[in-house]
């Protein structure tokens, strides 16, 4: 059901940067903000991005988060072996919320 | 800070319905919108729905007809019922606290609780 477009996987060596995108509609990215969740294995999701390109306090600022037009990214610079997880977009989308397909990040 | 914990049977049968509570230690649920969202094993997340803490609600659409999110404010809790369950209805459940600047329609989730693993299953 999703309507949030993500690559299935992104991978990079640590410190290298990996860019993560989300691609959605005038309905949903277009009208609205995007938040970006972080899932480490066997836990639940995190807030990782908020407001388009917010960092909630304890969130390293190697992630970024931008938005333009129907579309998102999520930018994690220095890549460490720690930010192996998965990774969602979010937004509301008319009245109701839609996540992202997730991508896995794999640090090589 | 606020931490929120899901209890509720693991497994229920096909056909029945599914009611998971959710209850918010650390704060008031007062003056906050709440939220259901589940992820079948190894797929994504999905949301269900939410409930201000004066009882309106908004549903998934496709989700909508078997639905019904409560809440109790005397005892800091908010309910999420599920009819009709199929096995397609497996996943962990998670419950999250809203958070918003302009309305709940630009909310994010945060915190969530720690989620609970729920089988649909004879």
């Known amino acids: 059901q999703s309507v949030l477009t993500q690559p299935p996987s992104a991978s990079g060596t640590p410190g290298q940067r990996v860019t993560i995108s989300c691609s959605g509609s005038s309905s949903n990215i277009g009208s609205n903000t995007v938040n970006w969740y972080q899932q480490l294995p066997g836990t639940a999701p995190k807030l990782l991005i908020y407001?388009?390109?917010q960092r909630p306090s304890g969130v390293p600022d190697r992630f970024s988060g931008s938005k333009s037009g129907t579309s998102a990214s999520l930018a994690i610079s220095g890549l460490q072996s720690e930010d192996e997880a998965d990774y969602y977009c979010a937004a509301w989308d008319d009245s109701f919320h839609v996540f992202g397909t997730g991508t896995k990040v794999t640090v090589l | 800070q606020v931490q929120l914990q899901e209890s509720g049977p693991g497994l229920v049968k096909p056909s029945e319905t599914l009611s998971l509570t959710c209850t918010v230690s650390g704060g008031s649920i007062s003056s906050y919108y709440w939220s259901w969202i589940r992820q079948p094993p190894g797929k994504g997340l999905e949301w269900i729905g939410y409930?201000?803490?004066?009882?309106?609600?908004n549903y998934n659409p496709s989700l909508k007809s078997r639905v019904t999110i409560s809440v109790d404010t005397s005892k800091n809790q908010f309910s999420l019922k599920l009819s009709s369950v199929t096995a397609a209805d497996t996943a962990v459940y998670y419950c999250a606290k809203m958070n918003t600047w302009f309305g709940e329609l630009s909310a994010w989730f945060d915190p969530w609780g720690q989620g609970t693993l729920v089988t649909v299953s004879s």
């Open positions: 409930i201000y803490y004066s009882g309106s609600t």
């Open positions: 407001s388009n390109n």
